[in-house]
């Protein structure tokens, strides 16, 4: 059994920035892909980043198209974490952000909820213009 427990959600003004963490506990996760995403009041929970389990040749993770360029995804496998640092953000980018892991070895991270196992409890992020 796997336990995400995410952090460094907080509320902060557009233009700032933010580090999410997402602690494992239960098992080592450098041999599954992981993921974080975000869900905004009365809409669906979305992708927002993801990092595949065998690093692509160029080591590219996946974000989706409203992140790219202002979120980067990362894990440090010998803490058990992963990370997503958040700069410029921008009110629409206010949510609760949660992280996943995902049991199945892939070299294209995943972006579809369903193909995650474990998911955190969330973290609220708030930014005000």
């Known amino acids: 059994q796997v336990q995400l427990v995410e952090s460094g959600g907080g509320l902060v003004q557009a233009g700032g920035s933010l580090r999410l963490s997402c602690a494992a506990s239960g098992r080592t996760f450098g041999s599954y892909a992981l993921g974080w995403f975000r869900q905004a009041p009365g809409k669906e929970r979305e992708f927002v980043a993801a990092?595949?389990?065998?690093?692509?040749?160029?080591?590219?993770?996946s974000y989706a198209d409203s992140v790219k360029g202002r979120f980067t995804i990362s894990r440090d496998t010998a803490k058990n974490t992963v990370y997503l640092q958040m700069n410029s953000l921008k009110p629409e980018d206010t949510a609760v952000y949660y992280c996943a892991l995902s049991q199945r070895r892939t070299v294209v991270p995943f972006k579809a909820l369903r193909e995650y196992d474990y998911w955190g409890q969330g973290t609220q992020v708030t930014v005000s213009s």
């Open positions: 990092i595949a389990t065998i690093s692509l040749p160029d080591g590219s993770p």
